[in-house]
């Protein structure tokens, strides 16, 4: 069994850094990890992943450029580097895990977290 926990959400300004993190328990280093978010009214949509092996990412056009998912093995975590933050980032993220690599949809994840809210103000 895996669990997901993030953290490091919060209020922000336009232009703005946040770096999100996940930490999680179980064996993870085998699973591909990935952010998504949900803005309100909105469905969850992909953001980021990262394999397991070899730390291969991918991103959806709208951050591709503006943040960075990275992992540490040792400390079972994942991360979200977002930088020039905008407005329409504002949702909640959720960390996920699956065994698809640079998988983008939601049921190619098998377990999640609660999820962190970012808002950023104009």
């Known amino acids: 069994q895996v669990q997901l926990v993030e953290s490091g959400g919060g209020l922000v300004q336009a232009g703005d850094s946040l770096r999100l993190s996940c930490t999680a328990s179980?064996?993870?280093?085998?699973?591909?990890m990935g952010w998504f978010r949900q803005a309100p009214g909105k469905e969850r949509e992909f953001g980021a992943t990262?394999?397991?092996?070899?730390?291969?990412?991918s991103y959806a056009d709208s951050v591709k450029g503006r943040f960075i998912i990275s992992r540490d093995y040792a400390k079972n975590a994942v991360y979200l580097q977002m930088n020039r933050l905008k407005p329409e980032d504002t949702a909640v993220y959720y960390c996920?895990?699956?065994?698809?690599?640079?998988?983008?949809?939601?049921?190619?994840?098998?377990?999640w977290g609660q999820g962190t809210q970012v808002t950023v103000s104009s």
């Open positions: 996920t895990a699956g065994v698809v690599p640079y998988a983008r949809r939601l049921t190619e994840y098998e377990y």
């Open positions: 990262i394999t397991w092996r070899g730390g291969g990412t």
């Open positions: 179980g064996r993870t280093s085998s699973y591909n």
